[in-house]
């Protein structure tokens, strides 16, 4: 018998209803998913106005893609305007402010990102989420630097494609939250806010690299790992304090990747986080639940451990607000040590 | 679609397909310990995760997990895994959690498992 359906996402989880101990654990992600109440963006395009309307331009994207956004915007009472390509886009946007814009997905990226570069120049706070329909290497530093909410190239991830559609609609603000410090193909330097929703993005980008040199399973591996240290590192490090900013690279060599994340905090001695999991003895990974269970921690302390298997060297610091992360590229061996 | 959770019930055993993905990023992680947590607090002590359709968890997901796990079992409850597959049967490997919480393959087959071993008269 079906008793119940829930669907997670941003708006339908209601903290009221978790009692205070999920509400503690939860309260400081979540509120940093919501930008932390600190809102530096300005323009009109936040969408915490009393609009009760928003509007998002969309350019055409074949049936497929068209359904899903539609669903989307439906679902939150948003309403479409639909432009035919690029140029008329632009017209619309000359006319019209909008709170979420979306390129073409039948268009390359290098065609949406000169359209997303004169958007910018007329709306500069619009949100704006590029579709391409193929990867090329550049694309997503280039998205980043133009200032993007987002990037997909196709085949598209349906599921991942909504979410980021519906964070982008939630989010308050977003357009100061991922700065690029310096850029190269081999080498990108970012600055990222510390809050939810800006990690998510950059899991996001970091996920439209496809690159094709790189074997899908250790693609997944680094950026499983890179979302544990980020989220650890904006949490603890940044106390999710959307003032507060991590400094992130993310080297390519030929064979290798590499990924540093230096939050803003205190530090802490690996070895002495001893309600991690990391630092349980081998064979018995549960063994720190019992110090957890001490301190008065709910079960957790996995991220460490979790981020280390899947990379071959996790190495911080001695202040150890510093992380970097290494993954050999090694065509057939497994991804999980 | 992050995470949708529905749940059955088989007997005295609940059972919760899950759908999507468990992580920290939009409230999925913490909606699953939401239900996890009304279960066990309404006197359900057997409880059957269906992972044959999550497709990714993370450390948020693997703390959810453990945590009921721990408190159903002092409870002298049971939870029990089925199917984990892909990315979601890595991570839990990474963890040994297959080595400590029961994981099936077949629900019939874990759904057997949380009946007591009865005592079969013998002619």
Known sequence: MRLRLWRASGREVSLQRLDGYALNFWSRRRLAFLGGGVTPCGGASSVLSSDPLRTALVVDSGAEINGLLDGVFASENWSIQRAPDNCAALLTVAANSFDLIITGAKNQCRENLEVVHKIRAIRPHARLIILADKFTPGDVLDAMREGAFSYFSGPFEHSALVEMVREAMASPCWDDGIEVLSGTPAWVSLAARCDLGTANRLVQFLRGVKDPTIPEADREAVIAAFREILLNAMEHGGQFDPSHYVEISFIRASRAIALRVKDPGQGFSLDELRHAAINSPTGDVFSHLSVRDEKGLRPGGFGLLLAKKQVDDLIYNEKGNDVLLIKYLNPGASHLA | ?123
Do not use: C, H, W
């Not at chain 2, 796990?69 to 895994?81: A, N």
């Not at chain 2, 490997?93 to 080595?99: H, K, S």
């Open chain 2, 1 to 123: 679609m992050g995470l949708q959770i529905s749940i059955r019930e088989s007997g005295d055993v609940n059972i919760l397909d899950l759908q999507g993905r468990s992580t920290v990023d939009t409230g999925e992680s913490v909606l699953l310990s939401k239900y996890l947590r009304e279960l066990t607090a309404a006197g359900k002590r057997k409880l059957l995760l269906n992972l044959v359709n999550l497709s990714r968890i993370d450390s948020s997901g693997v703390s959810i997990i453990v945590e009921i796990y721990v408190s159903i079992k002092r409870r002298g409850g049971e939870l029990k895994l089925l199917s984990p597959r892909g990315r979601v049967l890595d991570v839990l490997r990474v963890f040994r959690l297959l080595d400590v919480i029961p994981s099936f393959e077949d629900e019939i087959e874990a759904l057997a498992s949380f009946r007591p071993r009865g005592f079969f008269a013998t002619s």
